[in-house]
């Protein structure tokens, strides 16, 4: 299994400003995911990021509203940037829990809440 | 586009009664399945999985699940919940790419 941590757990931002959530894993992983998860909706996929890659982004999501960084094999970051009350969600990073099984681990999410 | 159904939004049951939450996804090719679970205060964890062989596939704590391939659907039943049941569970589904496609959750309470 894989631990996974996230920093902020939870933050209350102003319209405007941006914010970075921090994901470490405790094992090397090649693929990290961030997903987010508006209220009373599904998880949905933000981008996957490899080491050494740009992320990869999904339909709705851009990297100039959500640069992701992965500069090593434990490590990456989501920022959320130029934010408004639409943003206000939980987002989750989650990694493969071996590669190609398709079976991913979450970590304990970041609830944003946008003012 | 792909997508995942959770019919039940909030499932109240007594314990000891049997379960069945509801999971119906829009895919027409080769699939692999999921349920995850999140307790309250927890992570996401995984219940079980479905990728190929048996249809009916057994998972943690009791749960087991039906994959209907002519119905596209998988079920997740559970014959006697307890209290340590109550939680949220998501369907997922994974078409060979490496993102999960999830459902909207289904909120589960049960009555001591």
């Known amino acids: 299994s894989a631990v996974i941590s996230q920093k902020p757990s939870r933050d209350i931002c102003q319209r405007g400003t941006s914010l970075t959530i921090q994901c470490q894993v405790d094992?090397?992983?090649?693929?990290m995911f961030w997903y987010r998860q508006q209220p009373g909706q599904s998880l949905t996929l933000i981008a996957t990021?490899?080491?050494?890659?740009?992320?990869?982004?999904e339909s709705g999501f851009v990297i100039d509203k959500f640069p992701i960084s992965r500069p090593n094999l434990t490590f990456s970051t989501l920022t959320v940037s130029n934010m408004s009350p639409e943003d206000s969600s939980i987002y989750l990073c989650?990694?493969?829990?071996?590669?190609?099984?398709?079976?991913?681990?979450f970590g304990p999410g970041t609830r944003l809440t946008v003012t | 586009a792909q997508s995942v159904s959770q019919h039940n939004h909030h499932v109240i049951l007594s314990e000891a009664a049997s379960l069945e939450l509801g999971c119906n996804y829009s895919?027409?090719?080769?699939?692999?399945l999921f349920w995850y679970v999140q307790y309250p205060g927890q992570h996401l964890q995984l219940l079980l999985k479905?990728?190929?062989?048996?249809?009916l596939v057994k998972g943690i704590k009791g749960f087991e699940a039906e994959f209907i391939k002519s119905k596209f659907s998988f079920n997740l039943r559970k014959p006697s919940v307890q209290w340590s049941d109550t939680a949220e569970y998501f369907c997922?589904?994974?078409?060979?790419?490496?993102?999960?496609?999830f459902g909207t959750g289904t909120r589960l309470t049960v009555i001591p």
């Open positions: 990021a490899n080491q050494g890659s740009e992320a990869t982004y």
């Open positions: 989650s990694v493969d829990r071996r590669e190609g099984s398709y079976e991913q681990y």
């Open positions: 094992s090397q992983v090649t693929m």
């Open positions: 997922a589904v994974n078409t060979g790419a490496n993102n999960l496609f």
């Open positions: 479905y990728f190929s062989g048996d249809p």
């Open positions: 895919y027409g090719g080769t699939v692999n």
